[in-house]
């Protein structure tokens, strides 16, 4: 498992020790740096390497502003979180138009703040732009009971277990989550979908061969006789055209294009799992 590396520049000891127990109740496995003031800190920060910055806002020397500027200057790009007293509030909401990623209230430090504060920092490195955080919540939920997502047909296309999303976003975002390493899939079996819109959901059409008619009798005693071998369905249609196989066409519950199984495309139905990079991503250093 991968160690979050977190530099705390805060001046106030108890302040630290507040913080340092409220990241050891998040259950994520960290490597935690304290520097007393804001000179030591972009000392540290020039010199080594960090996933992530937790700044009170006012330190001796500096303000949380300053250290973003210092950042800045230097081209540092790890994410910056302001630790701020009821009184900077909105100087801190004003610092994350300047590029920080969030702030916390010194009162508000707890495990279950800084797990959520850390997992959207965590979502924001690893996850694609595009992909919404509930979707990536969900994913995460999911894959701590599922090992797998399948792609499911019925009448109707559906992810098992579903994340929660339409059919078709839902399949856009893992499609994304699969180019960013963090899912990968396996081919299942192969479909005809919609020549048009690659759509998986279409509604079935019986035609009679000869007039093209879609009105049948089907099933019904007149046509229908045994042998020995078992019973044959015959299809009538309303011209009365007799065969025992009418045509099957499809059409698309999507576009309403219709298509048959020659021009219609076909597909690969896949199960999507998480990547060892991807369990890392949504359960980021998590002991749990
Ligand atoms: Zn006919
Ligand atoms: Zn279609």
Redesign the pocket.
Known sequence: MMKLRILHIEDNVDDQVVLRRALEKTGFSFELEIQGNGVDGMRSLSSKEYDLILVDFRLPDSTGLQILDGLRRENIKTPVIFVTGQGDVRTAREALKGGALDYILKSEINAQRLTSVIREYVYKIHIPEGVPPEFTSSLSTIFKANFVILVKLGGKAELYPSPGFTFDDSLKNLEKLVEANILAKKPIRSIVTCPQCTSYEYETIIK?K??G?GLFQRGESPMQFQRSQGVYQWFK?S?G?ISSQPAVSYKCSRCGAEFDLVNGKMATLYSYSLTSSGLDALNFGSTS
Do not use: L
Request: glycine content about 0%.
């Open positions: 009679c000869e007039c008619d249609c011209n055209h």
